[in-house]
């Protein structure tokens, strides 16, 4: 392997040949892959469908799919129409303007043959292509939305379920089998685990079943079985070990001389001593009083006391498999359910066709024959963000790449372990550098498998990349990894953990100290926050990020280049709430879903409203509505009064209903006054009251006939989309700024989509959007002059001029409930993590810790790294913070 250090990519001249590209942030990554497509255009020579096909760019995310397709068509551009950023693409792609406008026109021709997408997309197709090879249903639809998968795969299994049975659960192995013990079973881990947090059984089962669909996904070998049989087993093993060595202690007399513990009681009675400390010296000395430390038979019961203690790790083992095991059973049944819906829906949950494909694997040639159905012959492999891919995914590609590389093909791989930060979605940085290793690649020459390292950092001015580097650089000596593991896990008893941890960055860390490129100016402001607790704190830090805000705002900085980047997507809410306050524009992720927008509500309320016209509440709400009525507030009616006057009885002449305005498929709701609930007398008085529209109507009669009447004459005969034309015409909506008006064209759209796949009708389309309405988002708008309010998650890949961090309080996760234990000579397992634990449960959990602790660091490197020109952290004093939160992590490694 040769490695180098480049500030362009060269293309490699011999065929086939493996390049890594790792570099820090912002060193042109991203970048070099839209480059390195260019160059094998150019090496392919005059355009054709064939060698455009035969380019495979794989991303991460459907986004960075869009981006990257978008980047390199506009580099063709630039490269075609001669523009000075063009004229650097030519030089270093190799192309000319006139092959790169021929190579434009074949992609426009040919979009179908320009392979950018996702690897999930790369491996649903391939699944599409193998469908009956896997004896799938041939129309596949797939869907990433966790939580409606556990509901579909849970009703599913409830519906099944014979409740009939009932009386014979828990008892016999029928009981066992059927789904009634499944959940019986579940139902027991759920009260030991939830004991104290109330009773909240569906979600908590929802989240199970997402959880263990997530180890699913890892899972190709079925989970092994554990029985309450080996409970008692290993409960009599220890009893027995318990006995044997009471006896030794009896035969020598020192019964008595345990130190510190009743070694009578404890070995009487193991059961309820599980947690004693009296089960974890390390040492015969440690164990027995000083006095009798030379006595002969020491040796001997120090060996039963190690047998007691192995015993006692084995019976917590064997009870923490126990606990888990109905979450065991529950993994088959899921993972079934999963395999029936693929075969008779066709519905395929996110990521499961991954599995699915790895199932098939060892058939021969599957991923060829996959290919051949498809029409392509991929020969050059590109994926972006490497360090996020998962051992999974990358078993699949790695067949793909063996495959292309065996035809004289490239394999071509970016990224940055430092930004490896979606280990929830089974990335693994460690393969990061597999592709290199000449048993995973063996068909490349040794000289052709290549790592090359980007030294510039082309994002940011020189005052941020020398501050990242005094945060960062240093962190592959272990000496200043191991003061900054101190910070990330300070429990005494964890040190292990830590020098592990520490060890883990320096391999992260190695080589991230970066040369600025950039000629412009920026800073760093580290603002100190005092306060008594993480509220306060809180409270202050807004009031900080509004101050700050607002002066670089008042110095010329457009409110469009700045960015607050927070942990979670509910501090993105709040930070996002505190800044529309202070009036100052924000956009997050949140408000780019459409239905949270004024005119959007404000439309869906008419549509309901004339759907329903008895529903109050939605005519309240179009009324009230500021966007829709933006130039006649003063005149709209007073809802407050008409909904507390006296009810109108509801006229049976009612002149709606005889001019036949109630239209088939509008539904009229008469009002009930009182009910069950009334107060005055005996019976209900039942009395029915006109609709809320009525009293309107006979309060308002102008406003009715200006701006409800025209929608509500015609209601009946329209769709969705044809009503909401019209109303977006009579309030004028499309004189809304370019920005707010992306949401209403995004509504009409989905309308229009709505009646493309049947739901003609206004209660169809309601319906339609009570299920999508949630999903349905705009992109960013282009130029939005508004403050972006986002997670560092959503960050990563991103740029800004000017960067917030206010909320680093955050830290360490929340233990799992269960583990997944994978080994290679044994089936793979789950086990409980409730107190007392065993060894292995103590280990795995260390390994865990540490392993989202490197993330943790990770995803803070990300959220520095994305500033231009400004960086501006807010950091609680010392004594306020909690022990370990990301901003002390911080104050470990900056300079000062
Ligand atoms: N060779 C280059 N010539 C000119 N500009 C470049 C070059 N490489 C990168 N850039 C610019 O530098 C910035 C950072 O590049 P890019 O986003 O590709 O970096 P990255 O390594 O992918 O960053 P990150 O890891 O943080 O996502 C972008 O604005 C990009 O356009």
């Known amino acids: 392997m040769t490695t180098t250090s480049n500030s362009d990519i060269p293309l490699p001249r011999e065929f086939p040949h493996v390049l890594v590209v790792q570099a820090s942030a912002g060193a042109g990554k991203t970048y070099s892959l839209g480059l390195r497509f260019l160059q094998l255009l150019a090496r392919a020579g005059s355009p054709s469908t064939g060698a455009l096909g035969s380019i495979l760019a794989l991303t991460f995310t459907v986004a960075a799919a869009q981006e990257m397709k978008s980047r390199i068509i506009a580099f063709l551009k630039d490269i075609a129409l001669e523009t000075p950023a063009g004229s650097l693409l030519r030089e270093q792609s190799g192309l000319n303007p006139a092959a790169a406008a021929a190579w434009l026109d074949c992609i ?61 659960s828990g008892s016999g192995p029928e009981a066992t089998d059927s789904l009634l013990g499944l959940w019986d079973g579940i139902f027991q881990v759920y009260l030991h685990q939830e004991m104290h947090s109330g009773l909240r059984f569906l979600p908590w089962l929802e989240k199970q079943v997402r959880g263990v669909v997530s180890d699913l996904n890892q899972l190709l070998t079925p989970l092994a079985a554990t029985s309450l049989d080996d409970l008692r087993a290993a409960q009599s093993q220890l009893l027995h070990c318990c006995r044997e060595m009471t006896e030794a202690l009896e035969r020598a007399g020192i019964l008595d001389q345990v130190s510190r513990f009743d070694a009578a009681d404890k070995l009487g009675n193991p059961l309820a001593e599980l947690d004693s400390a009296f089960f974890t010296k390390t040492s015969a000395t440690e164990l027995f009083k000083k006095k009798v430390h030379c006595h002969p038979a020491l040796p001997e019961c120090w060996d039963l006391y190690m047998g007691v203690c192995r015993a006692r790790n084995a019976y917590l083992l064997a009870r923490a498999r126990l606990h888990a095991a109905p979450l065991a059973r529950l993994q088959l049944v899921v993972s079934r359910e999963l395999e029936r819906l693929g075969q008779s829906q066709g519905l395929l949950m996110g990521g499961w066709w991954t599995r699915l494909i790895r199932q098939h694997l060892d058939r021969e040639e599957l991923l060829q024959e996959a ?38 093909g490239s394999l071509f791989c970016v990224g940055d372990v430092k930004q490896a930060i979606y280990r929830w979605r089974g990335g693994d940085w460690r393969l990061f550098f597999e592709p290199l290793d000449p048993r995973v690649t063996p068909n490349v020459p040794e000289g052709n498998r290549m790592r090359t390292v980007l030294p510039f950092n082309r994002r940011s001015c020189p005052e941020v990349v020398a501050w990242n580097n005094a945060c960062f650089a240093s962190l592959d000596k272990p000496d200043a990894a191991m003061l900054l593991a101190d910070a990330m896990i300070p429990a005494k008893e964890k040190t292990q953990a830590r020098s592990h941890l520490a060890s883990t960055i320096t391999e992260l860390y190695a080589e991230s100290a970066q040369l600025p490129w950039k000629e412009c100016s920026g800073a760093i402001h580290v603002t100190e926050i005092k306060a008594e607790d993480t509220q306060e704190y809180k409270a202050k830090a807004m009031l900080t990020l509004i101050a700050e805000i607002e002066a670089l705002h008042a110095r010329g900085v457009s409110h469009g280049d700045m960015a607050v980047l927070v942990r979670t997507n509910t501090e993105a809410g709040e930070c996002a709430q505190n800044l529309l306050a202070a009036s100052i524009p924000t956009i997050t992720e949140q408000s780019l879903v459409i239905s949270g927008h004024p005119a959007v509500r404000g439309l869906l309320a008419l549509l309901t409203w004339l759907d329903n016209p008895g529903d109050d509440a939605a005519l309240d709400a179009l009324c009230r509505n500021p966007l829709l009525f933006a130039e006649i507030l003063d005149d709209v009616p007073d809802m407050c009064t008409l909904l507390l006057a006296a009810p109108v009885p509801l006229r049976k002449d ?19 006054v009182g009910g069950e609930d009334a107060a005055d007398g005996d019976a209900p008085r039942n009395e029915t009251a006109a609709p809320l529209y009525r009293r309107l109507q006979e309060a308002h009669p102008a406003f009715w006939a200006e701006h409800l009447e025209p929608f509500w004459k015609h209601a009946g005969f329209r769709g969705a989309y044809e009503l909401l034309l019209a109303a977006v015409a009579h309030f004028r909506l499309r004189e809304l700024p370019l920005g707010q008006w992306a949401w209403v064209e995004k509504l009409l759209e989905s309308a229009l989509n709505a009646e493309a796949q049947g739901y003609t009708t206004l209660s169809g389309f309601l319906e339609f959007w009570q299920e999508n309405g949630s999903f349905c988002v705009v992109g960013l708008p282009e130029g939005l002059a508004a403050v972006r309010v986002m997670t560092m998650h959503k960050a990563k890949g991103l740029e800004f001029p000017q960067v917030f961090l206010p909320l680093l309080g955050y830290g360490d996760k929340n233990r799992p409930a269960h583990l997944l234990f994978q080994s290679e000579d044994e089936a793979p397992y789950l086990a409980a993590t409730t107190k007392p634990r065993c060894a292995e449960v103590t280990e795995f959990m260390d390994s865990e810790l540490i392993k989202t602790m490197a993330e943790e660091l990770n995803l803070l490197y990300v959220a520095l790294t994305r500033a231009r020109a400004g960086l501006h952290i807010f950091l609680a004093d010392t004594e306020t913070a909690r022990s370990s939160h990301a901003a002390s992590w911080l104050r470990a490694v900056m300079p000062g």
């Open 371 to 408: 290919a051949m159905i498809l029409g392509m012959r991929w020969r050059h492999l590109l994926i972006d963000e490497f360090q996020d891919t998962s051992r999974e995914q990358w078993e699949v590609l790695r067949e793909l790449a063996v495959e292309a590389l065996s035809e004289g």
């Open 108 to 168: 426009l021709e040919h979009f179908q043959r320009f392979q950018v997408k996702t690897i999930d997309s790369l491996h649903f197709q391939l699944v599409q292509a193998l469908g009956k090879r896997m004896n799938l249903c041939p129309e596949l639809e797939a869907s990433f939305d966790q939580s409606a998968w556990s509901k579909v795969v849970l009703e599913g299994l409830l519906a099944r379920t014979d409740w009939d049975q009932l009386v014979i």
């Open 654 to 672: 009612d002149p709606l209903q005889a001019a036949g305005c109630v239209q088939p498929g509008m539904r009229e709701e008469a009002h009930i």
